[in-house]
């Protein structure tokens, strides 16, 4: 049975908020916040210095409310507020795992009139000398990989690049990851250097390059010098394989490239990874091959689960090495995380590391992925809207613990 998102002594009920009925300019582009204020009558003269304003508040200083934006006149703060907000998508529910895994529920306002709002999720993994966020690029996802979670979740849209960015927010706002805020304490956060969020990984619901112009809009938002100011080297696009946009992410963008591996021959990867049947193998490789980002120095990841009896054997281990020549990689071995109604098991820990010093042993980096966030189903391939599967009194239940946390 499928254990429904509620919180436990573990999970934090995070402020729930009336989604806005204006439109937030949190997550736009330096282009759209122009618009923005060419709509409100800004002059052209003024629009650049305008959009540098709101440009360092929202992304450089976190303000969730035109009020904090002391340099900017009082005039144009009260017609910013009467016509938009820096509202973000709804918190409906933190959890907190115990090794500090944060993961947040999130829920969109509807695109369209009459449209029901939807959810998508966005974890956080703290090191000592960095975190991570994890973000999601669309509303489910049509992949249907055999042993991911969040492929038993039909697809119901991309996400535009507000959206993802707007994921990076929340996260920094809850963390307090902004200069003179608050800091969050908890087990597990960065003891290390003055941000929290440190990388970003296109890892979260959905598959990035079916959301390409998306997430290359978002890329340019969060790489920004002068508001996020997280490099290029410091987020990674993961990929199940869709080869065509692989070049052009590489060519445009430039972010680190991560690809859902999982298996070394084409019948396999078949079962696995479904798109495996329309971009095989082969043309896999050649695209990482001739990625523009690629080098000794910029590395592509390959993430490879492991599975119990299906592709963990010597064997295995020996043709990846082989299927890997000629591609500056490493070899992410991530043991597999279970799910309710999974077929699949975790390959016992003597096989990973027998797998791993194999690889090892080829020259590749091979590190084990330490399972993060499973007592809140964050964990690599477990993230999925559980609110799909709550019943109305339950989600009035979530949204009452929540309220009462304020």
């Given at each position: 049975?499928?254990?429904?998102?509620?919180?436990?002594?573990?999970?934090?009920?995070?402020?729930?908020?009336?989604?806005?009925?204006?439109?937030?300019?949190?997550?736009?582009?330096?282009?759209?916040?122009?618009?923005?204020?060419?709509?409100?009558?800004?002059?052209?003269?003024?629009?650049?210095?305008?959009?540098?304003?709101?440009?360092?508040?929202?992304?450089?200083?976190?303000?969730?409310?035109?009020?904090?934006?002391?340099?900017?006149?009082?005039?144009?703060?009260?017609?910013?507020?009467?016509?938009?907000?820096?509202?973000?998508?709804?918190?409906?529910?933190?959890?907190?795992?115990?090794?500090?895994?944060?993961?947040?529920?999130?829920?969109?306002?509807?695109?369209?009139?009459?449209?029901?709002?939807?959810?998508?999720?966005?974890?956080?993994?703290?090191?000592?000398?960095?975190?991570?966020?994890?973000?999601?690029?669309?509303?489910?996802?049509?992949?249907?990989?055999?042993?991911?979670?969040?492929?038993?979740?039909?697809?119901?849209?991309?996400?535009?690049?507000?959206?993802?960015?707007?994921?990076?927010?929340?996260?920094?706002?809850?963390?307090?990851?902004?200069?003179?805020?608050?800091?969050?304490?908890?087990?597990?956060?960065?003891?290390?250097?003055?941000?929290?969020?440190?990388?970003i990984v296109f890892m979260g619901m959905g598959e990035p390059l079916y959301a390409y112009d998306s997430v290359a809009e978002a890329i340019e938002i969060l790489a920004d010098g002068d508001g996020l100011g997280l490099g290029k080297r410091r987020i990674t696009v993961s990929t199940s394989g869709v080869v065509p946009e692989i070049e052009k992410l590489g060519r445009e963008v430039g972010p680190m490239l991560a690809i859902s591996l999982h298996a070394v021959r084409d019948d396999l990867r078949d079962v696995l990874v479904p798109i495996n049947?329309?971009?095989?193998?082969?043309?896999?490789?050649?695209?990482?091959?001739?990625?523009?980002?690629?080098?000794?120095?910029?590395?592509?990841?390959?993430?490879?689960?492991?599975?119990?009896?299906?592709?963990?054997?010597?064997?295995?281990?020996?043709?990846?090495?082989?299927?890997?020549?000629?591609?500056?990689?490493?070899?992410?071995?991530?043991?597999?995380?279970?799910?309710?109604?999974?077929?699949?098991?975790?390959?016992?820990?003597?096989?990973?590391?027998?797998?791993?010093?194999?690889?090892?042993?080829?020259?590749?980096?091979?590190?084990?992925?330490?399972?993060?966030?499973?007592?809140?189903?964050?964990?690599?391939?477990?993230?999925?809207?559980?609110?799909?599967?709550?019943?109305?009194?339950?989600?009035?239940?979530?949204?009452?613990?929540?309220?009462?946390?304020?």
């Amino acid at each position: 049975m499928y254990a429904p998102m509620m919180p436990s002594p573990t999970a934090v009920a995070a402020p729930v908020a009336a989604l806005s009925i204006l439109p937030s300019l949190a997550g736009l582009d330096r282009e759209k916040l122009g618009l923005a204020l060419a709509a409100i009558g800004v002059p052209e003269r003024e629009r650049k210095m305008r959009v540098n304003q709101l440009w360092h508040w929202i992304y450089l200083r976190g303000a969730t409310d035109f009020a904090e934006m002391t340099n900017v006149s009082k005039t144009l703060r009260t017609q910013l507020a009467e016509h938009y907000s820096l509202a973000r998508p709804e918190i409906v529910v933190e959890q907190v795992s115990q090794d500090g895994t944060r993961k947040w529920l999130l829920r969109l306002p509807a695109e369209t009139p009459g449209e029901r709002p939807h959810e998508v999720e966005a974890v956080y993994i703290p090191e000592r000398d960095r975190g991570t966020l994890c973000v999601s690029s669309q509303v489910g996802c049509t992949l249907n990989c055999a042993f991911c979670h969040t492929g038993t979740q039909r697809l119901v849209r991309n996400l535009t690049a507000a959206e993802i960015v707007a994921q990076v927010l929340v996260a920094r706002d809850r963390l307090g990851d902004y200069p003179g805020r608050e800091r969050a304490v908890g087990p597990g956060l960065p003891t290390e250097g003055d941000r929290l969020v440190t990388n970003i990984v296109f890892m979260g619901m959905g598959e990035p390059l079916y959301a390409y112009d998306s997430v290359a809009e978002a890329i340019e938002i969060l790489a920004d010098g002068d508001g996020l100011g997280l490099g290029k080297r410091r987020i990674t696009v993961s990929t199940s394989g869709v080869v065509p946009e692989i070049e052009k992410l590489g060519r445009e963008v430039g972010p680190m490239l991560a690809i859902s591996l999982h298996a070394v021959r084409d019948d396999l990867r078949d079962v696995l990874v479904p798109i495996n049947k329309k971009y095989p193998i082969a043309e896999l490789m050649e695209a990482c091959r001739t990625y523009p980002a690629a080098s000794n120095a910029k590395r592509i990841t390959f993430e490879y689960v492991m599975l119990k009896g299906v592709n963990d054997s010597p064997a295995d281990a020996r043709a990846l090495v082989k299927l890997l020549e000629g591609v500056p990689a490493k070899i992410n071995l991530i043991p597999f995380n279970p799910w309710p109604g999974t077929k699949y098991e975790c390959s016992d820990w003597e096989t990973i590391e027998k797998f791993s010093d194999i690889v090892f042993r080829a020259g590749y980096a091979s590190p084990v992925r330490t399972p993060r966030g499973r007592d809140i189903l964050a964990a690599c391939g477990q993230l999925k809207s559980e609110t799909e599967k709550l019943s109305a009194r339950e989600r009035l239940a979530l949204r009452a613990m929540a309220a009462a946390a304020e």
